[in-house]
């Protein structure tokens, strides 16, 4: 069992490291409302120690080969498997997800990354480009020092899908962790450096947006990777630009899931429960906003209601449990604060929509009906479990209402029609689409948004092509012509 109290509050130089000055961070048990540790953020000490490690530590680790590189990253990945279920226990402690989830989606997740990238690092290389007697060839190069800033849905799977790449191509890392979720990362840390990565090429700092402004601000960082909120986006992506320096940008997203009548039910149904209910619904890429077209409509609602009686809310450490707390006080009232709106602006609920009555910040699975695309339910992301079903009639209009948003994260749609699927995903104006599934994030596919849900992709080579660049070098073989 891994202890929640973290034997320093940040992971340095290849150490645990304290500095109680800090800023005080508790560290909240969701599903009872109890403190469980204690961290402090980063004080500039801590940043800077941080930022000189990583700077220091990066050249030498460049120049090792990938092949050297991806050793250390596979190693991780295997440490983190057997660690999987002690992993998730506290993944579960951090966030309040269930351990029916963690123990399938957080830890083995970011093993996936590790693995993936490890894989491919001995195969990072540049080009050869014939130009006649003469040629160019490129010379795949490291960033230099990246820094990843987290968001509390998925925290060890977020630290590892910033770090695996960052460190596959030769990159030193500083990680902050969500000061909402702040524990597992710091056990990412700790199993990269017993696989072997030499010391500050990958640290965990803690810290809410002082400490990541200052990371992000910081001449000797050439690469920001956020995921979190289109409002700290727009100001993460602000600053790095002053620095002209490499974003990736993962963010919010309102995403549409589209159920022709002609779709399979159950699957159907399958599809809107995992795009909005599991992990309590605090997933970016859920589809939220669910078109149902009018012939299937009373049916999904149906199944719907049926199915949501299997809901098994309760301790997330008791591994029946398939629906957790909200992660905080603060985004349990922010959910609720959505559901009277959707009451108030004339949405007709059709399930759930209340607090429970319990220790732990607990709001029941909720669906509306009849709602409108002007609706605020139908607009903002509201990260919680609240699905809005809106009734559409034809193809041509659910596109475009599906892409009548300023997100462009994902989008789904549910259809035994082949050409209509592959028509919907060429019209939508998303950068993850699903065709007869939702939410599912493998590791060898780029995931990431369009639009105002960010800019870049992770995962997949894609990912490589935002934590490196290629240096072109031409080679005259015969004399140089000149004008006079
Ligand atoms: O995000 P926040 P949260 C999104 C999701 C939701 C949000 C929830 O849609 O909107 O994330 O996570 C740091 N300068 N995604 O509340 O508040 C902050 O400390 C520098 C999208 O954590 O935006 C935290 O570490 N840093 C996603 C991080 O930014 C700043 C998947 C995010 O904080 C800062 C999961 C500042 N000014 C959630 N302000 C996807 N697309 O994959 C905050 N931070």
Redesign the pocket.
């Known amino acids: 069992m891994i202890d929640p109290q973290p034997r320093g509050s940040h992971f340095v130089d290849g150490e645990y490291v304290e500095d109680s000055t800090g800023a005080e961070i508790p560290v909240i048990y969701p599903a009872t409302g109890e403190q469980i540790a204690t961290v402090y953020a980063a004080t500039d000490a801590v940043v800077e120690q941080a930022l000189a490690a990583a700077k220091r530590a990066q050249p030498e680790w460049a120049a090792m080969t990938g092949t050297e590189r991806g050793r250390i990253l596979r190693r991780a990945a295997d440490i983190m498997r057997e660690r999987n279920h002690d992993l998730s226990v506290l993944e579960t402690r951090d966030t309040g997800k269930p351990l029916q989830e963690t123990l399938v989606a957080d830890a083995t997740s970011g093993a996936d990354a590790l693995e993936y990238f490890g894989g491919i690092a001995g195969s990072l290389t540049g080009d050869y480009i014939p130009l006649g007697e003469d040629f160019v060839y490129t010379r795949r190069e490291p960033l230099g020092v990246c820094v990843g800033?987290?968001?509390?849905?998925?925290p060890t799977q977020?630290a590892c899908w910033k770090g695996a790449p960052a460190l596959a191509c030769g990159n030193a890392m500083v990680f902050?962790?969500?000061?909402?979720t702040p524990l597992s990362a710091l056990q990412v840390a700790e199993i990269l450096h017993e696989a072997g990565l030499p010391k500050g090429l990958y640290n965990v700092v803690q810290?809410?947006?002082?400490?990541?402004?200052l990371?992000?601000n910081d001449k000797r960082v050439a690469k920001v990777s956020?995921?979190?909120?289109?409002?700290?986006?727009r100001?993460?992506y602000a600053?790095a630009a002053v620095g002209m320096k490499h974003v990736t940008m993962?963010?919010?997203?309102k995403s549409p899931l589209v159920i022709f009548d002609d779709a399979d039910l159950e699957n159907a149904v399958s599809g809107a429960i995992n795009g909005n209910f599991y992990s309590s619904g605090?997933?970016?890429?859920n589809g939220t906003r669910v078109f149902v077209q009018k012939g299937i409509k009373e049916a999904f609602l149906a199944r719907m209601t049926e199915r949501l009686a299997g809901v098994k809310m309760g301790d997330p450490l008791d591994e029946n449990t398939n629906f957790g707390p909200l992660v905080s006080q603060s985004?349990l009232e922010i959910v609720e604060g959505y559901v009277a709106k959707g009451l108030e602006e004339g949405a007709r609920l059709v399930h759930g929509g209340n607090r429970v009555d319990r220790e732990g910040y607990y709001i029941e699975p909720t669906v509306f009906a009849d709602v409108t695309d002007d609706m605020t339910i139908a607009r903002e992301?509201i990260?919680g479990p609240v699905l809005s079903v809106l009734d559409f009639e034809t193809e041509d209009e659910v596109l475009a209402r599906a892409n009548d948003t300023e997100f462009g994260?994902s989008a789904g749609v549910f259809t035994r029609d082949l050409t209509r699927a592959h028509r919907m995903a060429a019209g939508f104006e998303a950068g993850t689409c699903y065709i007869n599934t939702y939410n599912d994030a493998p590791v060898e596919a780029p995931?990431?948004?369009s639009k105002q849900?960010?800019v870049g992709r992770?995962n997949s080579s894609a990912a490589i092509e935002h934590f490196s660049e290629k240096k072109s070098v031409y080679v005259r073989m015969g004399d140089v012509e000149a004008p006079f």
């Open positions: 800033l987290g968001a509390w849905n998925y977020i902050k962790p969500s000061e909402t810290g809410r947006a002082r400490v990541g402004s990371l992000v956020l995921t979190g909120s289109v409002p700290t986006g100001k993460v600053m993962e963010l919010g997203g605090q997933v970016c890429s985004q992301e990260f994260l995931f990431g948004g849900s960010g992770e």
